[in-house]
Structure formats: structure tokens, C-alpha cells
Nanobody, 121 residues
Framework: QVQVVESGGGLVQAGGSLRLSCAAS????????MGWYRQAPGKQRELVAS???????SYADSVKGRFTISRDNAKNTMYLQMNSLKPEDTAVYYC???????????????WGQGTQVIVSS
């Protein structure tokens, strides 16, 4: 199976920065796209940023210019550098990994348990 673990969340003041990490492990075949999602209380989960295996990135309009997504393919790890944080960025941030496994050539989505980010005003 594939395990996905996020880290790096916490409490920060508005205007501050945080760096989230996501590590995938287990029976990983080839990772295609990795992405960060977030879910605020009472709202649906939304895509924040994604990065392909060729490091092509995409961002939600609300975070463009403030967040930077990156990945280390050798370590099966993804990062989200979050600068100029705003109270509206408060949410649980989830990592998504779209990958094949060593036993299955088809691709599936795997999710982490989430990491809480709280931005105080």
C-alpha cells in the first residue's frame, strides 16, 4: 500500500510564512501528479496547487504569487511554501498523490490525514 504523511502545519500570524511537507512511502510505482488541497470549516475541499512529474505547476487564483509548490522526485516528497498568509488561508491542508504501485500498473489517488494551518489576524 501507499502511505501519505503531511507535516509543517501550525499557528501563524497574518503576513507570516509556513512550509508544508508531504512524504509518500510504501509500494510506490511511479508518481504522476501531486497536489495540495485544503478544507476550511463549513466549506468544500478545494485544490490549492498541483505539480506534475515534469514539475509543471498550477495554482488556485487565491494563492497565486504567495504560495509555491515543489517536489523532490528522488524522495517522493512535495512541499508547499506559503508566504504572506491571510486568515482566509486557515484550513486543514491535505496532500494528494496520484501514483501507480509496484503491484498495480493502474493509477490511484492517495490522501494524507491532513495538517492544520491557522492564521490569526
Amino acid at each position: 500500500q501507499v502511505q501519505v504523511v503531511e507535516s509543517g502545519g501550525g499557528l501563524v500570524q497574518a503576513g507570516g510564512s509556513l512550509r508544508l511537507s508531504c512524504a509518500a512511502s510504501g509500494s510506490i510505482g511511479r508518481i504522476d501528479t501531486m497536489g495540495w488541497y485544503r478544507q476550511a470549516p463549513g466549506k468544500q475541499r478545494e485544490l490549492v496547487a498541483s505539480i506534475t512529474s515534469a514539475s509543471i505547476t498550477s495554482y488556485a487564483d487565491s494563492v497565486k504569487g504567495r504560495f509555491t509548490i515543489s517536489r523532490d522526485n528522488a524522495k517522493n516528497t512535495m512541499y508547499l511554501q506559503m508566504n504572506s498568509l491571510k486568515p482566509e488561508d486557515t484550513a486543514v491542508y491535505y496532500c494528494n498523490v496520484y501514483t501507480s504501485t509496484r503491484t498495480r500498473l493502474t493509477y490511484s489517488n492517495y490522501w494524507g490525514q491532513g495538517t492544520q494551518v491557522i492564521v490569526s489576524s
